[in-house]
Protein backbone atom coordinates (compact mmCIF):
# COMPACT_ATOMS: atom_id res chain seq x y z
CA UNK A 1 0.00 0.00 0.00
CA UNK A 2 1.42 3.61 -1.15
CA UNK A 3 1.47 5.80 2.01
CA UNK A 4 2.82 9.34 2.40
CA UNK A 5 3.05 10.62 5.99
CA UNK A 6 3.37 14.50 6.48
CA UNK A 7 4.83 16.10 9.63
CA UNK A 8 7.01 18.88 10.87
CA UNK A 9 4.97 22.29 10.02
CA UNK A 10 4.39 24.67 13.22
CA UNK A 11 4.00 27.84 13.70
CA UNK A 12 7.00 29.74 12.91
CA UNK A 13 7.59 33.79 12.61
CA UNK A 14 9.10 35.18 9.47
CA UNK A 15 12.41 34.52 8.66
CA UNK A 16 12.64 31.31 10.62
CA UNK A 17 12.72 27.81 9.40
CA UNK A 18 11.59 24.48 9.33
CA UNK A 19 12.00 21.02 8.00
CA UNK A 20 8.97 18.80 6.70
CA UNK A 21 9.27 15.28 6.40
CA UNK A 22 7.37 12.48 4.10
CA UNK A 23 8.25 9.44 5.39
CA UNK A 24 7.47 7.46 1.97
CA UNK A 25 6.12 3.29 1.96
CA UNK A 26 5.04 0.93 -0.29
CA UNK A 27 7.56 2.02 -3.32
CA UNK A 28 10.79 3.05 -3.80
CA UNK A 29 11.33 7.00 -3.71
CA UNK A 30 14.26 7.02 -6.00
CA UNK A 31 12.04 5.75 -8.81
CA UNK A 32 8.91 8.51 -8.80
CA UNK A 33 8.89 11.74 -8.51
CA UNK A 34 7.93 13.27 -4.88
CA UNK A 35 6.50 16.99 -4.78
CA UNK A 36 6.03 19.01 -2.15
CA UNK A 37 2.57 20.57 -2.64
CA UNK A 38 0.89 23.41 -0.56
CA UNK A 39 -2.89 25.33 -0.69
CA UNK A 40 -2.97 28.32 1.33
CA UNK A 41 -5.87 30.09 2.59
CA UNK A 42 -8.43 30.64 -0.32
CA UNK A 43 -5.67 29.37 -2.94
CA UNK A 44 -5.23 26.66 -5.41
CA UNK A 45 -2.84 23.74 -4.65
CA UNK A 46 0.52 24.25 -6.08
CA UNK A 47 3.69 22.24 -6.68
CA UNK A 48 6.72 24.10 -4.79
CA UNK A 49 9.84 21.56 -4.73
CA UNK A 50 9.79 18.41 -6.71
CA UNK A 51 12.78 15.25 -6.53
CA UNK A 52 12.74 12.13 -8.76
CA UNK A 53 16.03 10.95 -6.03
CA UNK A 54 17.15 8.53 -8.61
CA UNK A 55 18.82 10.71 -11.13
CA UNK A 56 18.87 13.63 -8.81
CA UNK A 57 16.59 15.87 -10.82
CA UNK A 58 15.15 18.87 -8.54
CA UNK A 59 12.98 21.36 -9.38
CA UNK A 60 11.82 24.55 -7.11
CA UNK A 61 8.78 27.17 -8.35
CA UNK A 62 10.56 30.68 -8.43
CA UNK A 63 8.97 31.83 -5.40
CA UNK A 64 11.32 29.81 -3.39
CA UNK A 65 14.41 29.84 -4.87
CA UNK A 66 17.36 30.12 -2.49
CA UNK A 67 15.06 29.76 0.33
CA UNK A 68 13.85 26.14 0.08
CA UNK A 69 15.93 23.07 -0.76
CA UNK A 70 14.53 19.35 -1.20
CA UNK A 71 16.12 16.07 -0.85
CA UNK A 72 16.13 12.65 0.22
CA UNK A 73 17.24 10.03 2.45
CA UNK A 74 16.72 7.06 0.82
CA UNK A 75 17.85 5.14 3.49
CA UNK A 76 14.94 5.87 5.11
CA UNK A 77 12.82 6.16 2.60
CA UNK A 78 12.39 9.66 3.40
CA UNK A 79 11.62 13.34 1.61
CA UNK A 80 12.67 16.63 3.07
CA UNK A 81 11.82 19.98 2.36
CA UNK A 82 14.29 22.65 3.95
CA UNK A 83 12.37 25.54 4.40
CA UNK A 84 14.35 29.05 5.47
CA UNK A 85 13.75 32.50 5.12
CA UNK A 86 9.96 31.75 5.52
CA UNK A 87 7.33 34.75 4.48
CA UNK A 88 4.17 34.94 5.62
CA UNK A 89 3.01 33.87 2.10
CA UNK A 90 3.99 30.42 2.30
CA UNK A 91 1.44 30.22 5.31
CA UNK A 92 -0.36 27.26 3.84
CA UNK A 93 -1.08 23.28 4.34
CA UNK A 94 1.94 21.56 2.84
CA UNK A 95 1.55 18.22 0.72
CA UNK A 96 3.50 15.61 -0.01
CA UNK A 97 2.68 13.22 -2.64
CA UNK A 98 3.88 11.14 -5.70
CA UNK A 99 3.36 11.22 -8.87
CA UNK A 100 1.25 8.65 -10.63
CA UNK A 101 3.73 7.26 -13.27
CA UNK A 102 7.45 6.98 -12.15
CA UNK A 103 10.61 8.72 -14.23
CA UNK A 104 9.91 11.86 -14.57
CA UNK A 105 10.22 14.76 -12.61
CA UNK A 106 6.73 16.78 -12.71
CA UNK A 107 5.51 19.19 -10.63
CA UNK A 108 2.12 19.77 -11.17
CA UNK A 109 -0.76 18.51 -8.85
CA UNK A 110 -2.70 16.77 -11.32
CA UNK A 111 0.24 14.40 -12.20
CA UNK A 112 0.08 12.99 -8.57
CA UNK A 113 -1.88 10.57 -7.60
CA UNK A 114 -1.00 9.76 -3.88
CA UNK A 115 -1.37 12.15 -1.34
CA UNK A 116 -0.14 12.43 2.24
CA UNK A 117 -2.94 14.23 4.97
CA UNK A 118 -0.70 17.29 4.94
CA UNK A 119 0.88 19.41 8.02
CA UNK A 120 0.24 23.48 8.25
CA UNK A 121 2.68 25.53 8.34
CA UNK A 122 2.33 29.05 9.77
CA UNK A 123 4.62 31.64 9.23
CA UNK A 124 3.42 34.94 11.14
CA UNK A 125 4.71 38.44 11.03
Known amino acids: EVQLQASGGGLVQAGGSLRLSCAASGFSIGRYAIGWFRQAPGKEREGVSC????????YNIDAVKGRFSISTDNTKNTVYLQMNSLKPEGTAVYYCARRIYPSDNVCEPFEYGFWGQGTLVTVSS
Open 51 to 58: IVSGDGST
